[in-house]
């Protein structure tokens, strides 16, 4: 009989995920900064304790970095393999939406479970759309301080969590040092070519316009315009693989002529 899994799918609010993080480890209140590969590993140890799968039967489906704009965390999430989007509609007026609208488009891709960190899950419509696809939600929040959360098994403090309780398994997975990438200092990114403001594999959306003669042109869903690929930008290569109308997720990288070209394009 196949071991059963677990499938998860974690979301983060990059901006009070980074905010916050800064704050902890400013008042010495944890041993180290907290990282997002700890996160990761986090995820794994607490929802295979409370959903009752080991840590080598939980695997991550996807990770996703979500802030209103661009931030100083956007290295370490590339590094720990996270995919870097803009979130409009994360701001200090409306910290979640944004947040929900990204974690229902992760969590109805398969996932057995879904992690949302940093800002809870506010639109009631969404959260049914989760739990009628049967996937579990978990809320890793960050609220200001003083603010009382209804405790349950499925929403945690994780600012509180860290600062009581950075010493114990699985919390102290929170702070696993962020990895180097070989041939860099540490906590820097290697890339290939110069990333946009989007800054990670197929962080981007959009639409395929049109498709001639070797070139194609995307419409980029976040109201930046149109950019340029080419037929073996597109992963597998050949333009065989996509069609104009399909959506799709790219990177955009400034080409040695200066121009902005869209790469490792594939449908979404």
């Known amino acids: 009989m196949a071991q059963a899994r677990c499938s998860i799918s974690i979301v983060v609010n990059g901006d009070r995920w980074r905010q916050e993080g800064e704050a902890l480890a400013a008042q010495n209140a944890v041993p180290r900064a907290w990282t997002l590969g700890g996160l990761a590993d986090y995820a794994r140890l607490m929802i295979g304790a409370r959903l009752g799968h080991t840590f080598d039967q939980t695997e991550l489906k996807a990770l996703r970095w979500a802030r209103s704009q661009p931030n100083d965390g956007d290295a370490q999430a590339v590094g720990a393999g996270f995919t870097v989007v803009t979130a409009p509609h994360i701001s200090g007026d409306d910290s979640g939406a944004g947040l929900a609208l990204d974690g229902v488009e992760l969590g109805l891709a398969g996932c057995d479970v879904l992690v949302c960190v940093g800002s809870p899950m506010q639109w009631l419509p969404l959260r049914q759309k989760l739990e009628a696809a049967g996937v579990a939600l978990f809320e890793l929040l960050l609220p200001p301080t003083g603010k009382v959360l209804v405790s349950t098994e499925r929403v945690i403090d994780l600012r509180e969590l860290a600062r009581h309780h950075h010493d114990t398994m699985p919390v102290s997975a929170l702070f696993k040092p962020p990895p180097v990438v070989p ?73 040695a002529s200066g121009k902005w070209l869209a790469q490792r394009v594939v449908r979404a």
């Open 183 to 255: 041939g860099s200092a540490a906590g820097e990114v290697t890339a290939d070519g110069e990333p946009d403001d989007s800054f990670a594999a197929n962080a981007i959306t959009g639409v395929v316009k049109s498709l001639a003669k070797g070139y194609g042109m995307i419409t980029r869903r976040d109201g930046r315009g149109d950019v340029q690929f080419l037929s073996a930008h597109v992963a597998p290569p050949g333009f065989e693989f996509i069609e104009v109308g399909d959506h799709v997720r790219f990177d955009v990288v400034k080409a």
